[in-house]
């Protein structure tokens, strides 16, 4: 019988079946599942490929059971349970030339190496599978895993309209003059493989059509949830599995849709402040895209609450970076490919400074810096928008004009000390993620631009903002210690005799007639104070509020919400009430 005479759905798309070899494995139809698995297993460990089943019966008229009475699910299970999960392949019945039906598993090269439950480690040499040792395995660890192209994958896969968004987007680049195939092959997005051109999973979690991203990524979903309380539970929910760009701009219509602004007068000009700056959620939400795990098979969770947004990322940070260290650290990409490309789209930055433009941009803003979690398979960023620091926005605008810069580090070190009210070297060196011994330099330019003073010698050193600094800010001034000595000294002071002398007709000094809790006027408390009134007042009154702790303390909205949260994390205060205005704390 000839091709011709073939119905059309009776064409294998596999043509000629090929050969056993380093990227093909022939199996008997009486192989189980769990011996397939071993073959996907040890083929993902090495060039990745494609397992045949049923090759020895093509040929056979015996009368007997055939490759397609081997149900695709039964496979795709043994895979899973063998690889706990991180291998993905896929599975289909073909009918050749003649009637013959085979088994294909189409597997990809794994971007790490794959142990069996056992710790065996073992790859495909072509002829065999055999152990892999450590040594071995270790440039297999660094594959791209978006750099892979499903065997099964093809031009069909890609959007017309999802590729012309992306020579939108390039349109700098001369790459986005060349015709469509010529434009993804230079963007690396299109690859050789099996004879035919074939799109990367880089591709398709950029201009893939949505049957695509079900069938190669579909935990390339994200899920937008919309709290209208603190609590968890929400009011609108958006599931959306789209590539990247499309992805993007469908966020921040539905962040956008429920954000506000705040407009900050600057002499002649307007800033306007949100509750949530896009450009901070951009950047937050393209580097979860970006550097989230896809060999996992979870999805981004991103959660709007009134005073936060959270995105929830599969995949811990990787290359050792850590939230404590995540400005200074040489970045780290787990994709490659896909960071290169929205690099090169201009959707990211090619240098790595998201993490520091996410900093600037809240700092500048009064509003506390980002706030990383991580976890062994996954990383929480919060960005909090609980209120801001007007006077500390129009300071910053100010500022930068007669400066020409403000640089991070020396906006870190403010937002600290306008929270804190002081700091040592020691705690503005964790602010900053720097070793103690490489801040000197900076506090010296930022004591010489009138911006800090400082106090003490050695590690008893403490800063504040400057005198001209707590004006401009709207803050009360405290002297501090002398800076000359390490251990504070008695200053000489105004003898109290003649005070007493004066008799009873001698006015009685302000102070004594204030409130206990209330702080002395010309006094900025610090921290520990500041707890310690919080405290104070929830057990005098039963609860305390955001209000009453600002009046207390002379505190601005945005201080006093961070000493509540920080008591309430500490088990020392409960929360009760909802939003930002209705909440209150009482002793837990």
């Avoid at 956008?256 to 959620?281: C, K, M, S």
């Avoid at 919400?561 to 088990?571: E, F, P, T």
Wanted: proline content about 9%; hydrophobic content about 40%.
């Amino acid at each position: 019988m000839t091709s011709d005479a073939l119905p059309a759905d009776a064409i294998s798309p596999l043509g000629v079946l090929p050969p056993a070899g380093p990227t093909c494995v022939h199996l008997p139809l009486s192989v189980t599942p769990e011996e397939l698995a071993r073959y996907a297993v040890g083929l993902a460990n090495a060039r990745g490929g494609t397992v045949l089943v049923g090759v020895d019966r093509i040929g056979d008229d015996a009368a007997g059971p055939t490759a397609g009475e081997l149900h695709p699910l039964m496979v795709t299970h043994a895979i899973f349970e063998l690889s706990h999960g991180r291998l993905t392949v896929n599975v289909q019945h073909h009918r050749l030339p003649g009637g013959a039906r085979v088994l294909a598993v189409f597997v990809p090269q794994a971007p790490y190496v794959l142990a069996a439950p056992d710790g065996a480690v073992i790859a495909w040499d072509g002829l065999q599978l055999v152990p892999v040792s450590s040594p071995e395995s270790d440039p297999v660890a660094d594959q791209d895993y978006t750099a892979v192209a499903p065997p099964d994958a093809s031009l069909a896969d890609l959007d017309p309209a999802e590729v012309a968004r992306l020579r939108s987007l390039g349109r700098r680049i001369e790459a986005a003059n060349l015709p469509d195939l010529d434009f993804l092959r230079e963007l690396g997005l299109l690859i050789p493989s099996g004879g035919a051109l074939r799109p990367t999973l880089a591709a398709i979690l950029l201009a893939g059509t949505p049957a695509a991203l079900r069938a190669h990524v579909p935990q390339s979903e994200v899920c937008y949830y919309h709290h209208q309380t603190p609590d968890v539970e929400f009011e609108f929910r958006e599931n959306l599995l789209r590539p990247i760009p499309a992805l993007l701009t469908r966020l921040a219509e539905l962040i956008q849709a429920r954000n506000r602004f705040t407009p900050v007068q600057v002499g002649l000009f307007r800033i306007e402040v949100w509750d949530q700056d896009e450009a901070v959620y951009r950047e937050a939400l393209l580097n979860a895209l970006t550097h989230r795990d896809y060999t996992l098979r979870d999805v981004i969770h991103v959660h709007h609450y009134p005073d936060r947004l959270e995105i929830m990322n599969p995949g811990g940070m990787t290359g050792g970076i850590t939230p404590g260290n995540i400005l200074r650290h040489q970045p780290k990409r787990r994709n490659p490919l896909l960071a290169g490309v929205l690099a090169r789209l201009g959707l990211v930055e090619q240098a790595g400074v998201g993490v520091d433009k996410m900093f600037s941009l809240m700092l500048r803003h009064g509003k506390e810096p980002p706030e990383f979690t991580s976890y062994p398979d996954a990383v929480t960023l919060a960005l909090h928008s609980p209120g801001f620091d007007a006077e500390f926005v129009r300071f910053v605008a100010r500022k930068q004009e007669e400066m020409q810069t403000l640089s991070l580090d020396m906006l870190i070190v403010l937002s600290v000390l306008a929270r804190e009210g002081e700091a040592t070297r020691a705690d503005l060196a964790r602010a900053l993620q720097l070793p103690e011994d490489r801040t000197p330099r900076l506090l010296r330019g930022m004591e010489e631009h009138g911006l800090i003073v400082r106090a003490g010698v050695g590690r008893g050193i403490a800063y504040r903002l400057s005198a001209e600094v707590c004006v401009a800010l709207g803050r009360k001034t405290a002297p501090l210690p002398s800076p000359t000595s390490d251990v504070p000294e008695p200053q000489p002071v105004p003898s109290p005799l003649p005070e007493k002398a004066a008799g009873p007709t001698a006015p009685p000094l302000p102070r004594n007639n204030a409130p206990q809790v209330k702080v002395a006027a010309q006094d900025t408390p610090t921290t520990a104070e500041v707890r310690a009134i919080a405290l104070a007042l929830a057990r005098e009154q039963g609860q305390v509020r955001n209000v009453q702790l600002r009046e207390t303390c002379g505190l601005n909205n945005q201080q006093a919400w961070r000493a509540l949260r920080k008591l309430v994390d500490d088990g020392l205060l409960l929360r009760i009430g909802k939003g930002t205005r209705d909440a209150a704390y009482r002793l837990a």
